[in-house]
Structures are given as C-alpha cells and as structure tokens.
C-alpha cells in the first residue's frame, strides 16, 4: 500500500477520535463568530461538495450559531471558476465560506486551474468522507471481486462513472483498487459527470456499471434498495454500514479518506478570518452536526488553520506521486 494511503487513513483515524477543540465555548459567549455565513460551492447540486456545505449550513442554522446561512453553486472549470471569483472578488467576499476537498491539490497539480489553497486563507476541514464503490440493485456484481474480475477481462465493458474529471479522487482511488487487483490501472472507461448528483443519475440509467464517490453520496440509494454499495475504503466497516465490506476485507489493502474543508477569499483582516476559524470550530461541536454527520457516514476530520495548511502541504507531495506512478501526471510540482 502506497504512503500516500497509509498517511490519510491515519490522519483520518486520529480525527475520529478528536474531542472538540477547547475553548470554543468560550469563543460562542464572546461573540466571535460570523453572524451570516454565505456557502460557495465548485459544483452542482447533488455531489459531495454541496451536501457538506448544506449540511454545515444546517448546523450554523439549527444551532443558532449564524443568524443567515446561503448557498451558491457555481460550477466549471473542476472547481477553478468557483476558486477564481472567490479571489477576484475578494473584497466582496468577506461572510464567503469556500467548500472544497482533496480534488483542489489534485486539480492544481494537473494544471486544470492555476491556483492552489496557497491563494486562498486556509479556514479548517471537518468531515472525511471515504469513497464507495457502488452499481445499481440489479447489477449481476455483488461484491468488488467480481466487478474486478470483469475488468480484467475486458476493461472496455466495465464503464465506471465518478462526479468529476478524469485523474481525479473518483478516478484515481478506483484505478488502483484494479491494480491492486491485478488489473491496468490505466485502462478504465472512467464517465466523468458534473458532480456527484449527475453521476448517480448515469449509474441508475445505465450509462455506467458502476460509480466511484463520496460514501455521503451513495448511501441513501444504498439504504433505499436502489444501488448497492460492493465496497469501502475505510479501514474496517463502520457502525452507520455494518453490512458494507471495506476494500481491505476483500484482500485489496486501501485505505484512503477525503478530507472536505472550507477556504476563504485572500486578504481577510485577522479579526475576520478568526472569526471564521472560530464559526467552523464551534459547529462541529454541536449536537446539530453530530446528527447530520451521523446521517451521512461522515467520519470527523477537525483541523484548523497551520494544522490544516500543513496537512495540505504533505498530501500535496504524497498525492502527486501516486498519481505520477498511476500515470496521471508527468511532472509532479
């Protein structure tokens, strides 16, 4: 198993366990919060990056935290037209909660858009989602072995679809599952949709034979019967999905967590950006977010500001040479 795996499993573990950060409590009574929080989001309606902002924007609301809670999605460019308003209208921007995941180090690296999260202030992330593996109900595959098994005979007849482009997160976690497989990791039919909404969407059509996404995104289809999850990431079943085996069950040793997190626009005043910082802090300490992160098989994941910018940093090194081994990248930043 690559470093790049071992590192974000247990980085993703650590987080699990992590108590809410002391002294929030305090910054609630002091008043150091945002009083309105408006939610950007890179994609469409239906994926990853839009139920965490919703569900965040939930918990602001419901707990009382924020006062006024907006969303705006804003799709194109694998995330970089979101990431360059954010930056030419910065000064605008200044209650702009940005939502945004591994995908921003990966896109970066692949020159898809010019900036990285150095262009933007690093706020903290909350949720780690690990990705599923999933094909409608009447799929005749009931388990990861078996979807791998017709890969290997045929790449082309297995269409495996994912939320976004080519050489992303959905892309490359499933390509090496095939390798580890025994498969080409170089061979997949990958069908990429604008977000994750449009991709289960090609799944239950038929467009595709499988899907490769964020767990949160595949497991109300799988409680309601109409597509199956065959597979985790996560290093042992979880509670919220006792049924679902984890790649690892399978003889496939991978683990890997997505980190979702948010960012706000460059040259926020210190006492804004705390502010900031302190609104993301306190909502993962609420009952409210406990609730929804229950709901959908989110795993906590609570890094603020250096811890967080540092984090990036290393995955950035480590995800660049995954890629550049699975042939996705050939130089690496």
Known sequence: MSVFFRFLSA???????????????ETVRSGQLLDEVHFLIPAGPGGGWDGTARGIGEALRRSGLVEKVSYENLSGGGGGRAIARLIETADRQQNTLLISSTPIVVRS???????????????????????????????????????????????????????????????????????LAGGNPRSIVYVAYDGGGKAMAGLLTGECDA?????????????????????????????????????????LPLNFANWRGFFAAPGLTEKRYQQMVNTVEAVVETSEFEEIRSRNGWSRLQLSDQAFYDYLEQQEQEIGELMRQLGYLQNVK
Do not use: W
């Open 11 to 25: 980085v993703a573990l650590l987080a699990c366990s992590l108590l809410a950060a002391p002294g929030t409590a």
């Open 211 to 251: 899907l490769s996404t964020g767990l949160s995104e595949a497991i109300e289809m799988h409680r309601a019967g109409e597509a199956r999850i065959l597979a985790i990431t996560a290093p042992q079943r979880l509670a919220e999905l006792p049924d679902v085996r984890t790649l690892t069950e399978t003889g």
């Open 109 to 179: 690296l692949q020159g898809i858009f010019p900036q990285s999260f150095r262009d933007l202030r690093v706020i903290g992330s909350v949720i780690a989602d690990y990705t599923a593996v999933l094909v409608r109900a009447d799929s005749p595959h009931q388990d990861f072995n078996s979807l791998a098994a017709s890969y290997k005979r045929d790449p082309r007849s297995v269409k495996i679809a994912g939320g976004s482009v080519r050489g992303s997160t959905d892309h490359f976690v499933v390509a090496k599952a095939m390798q």
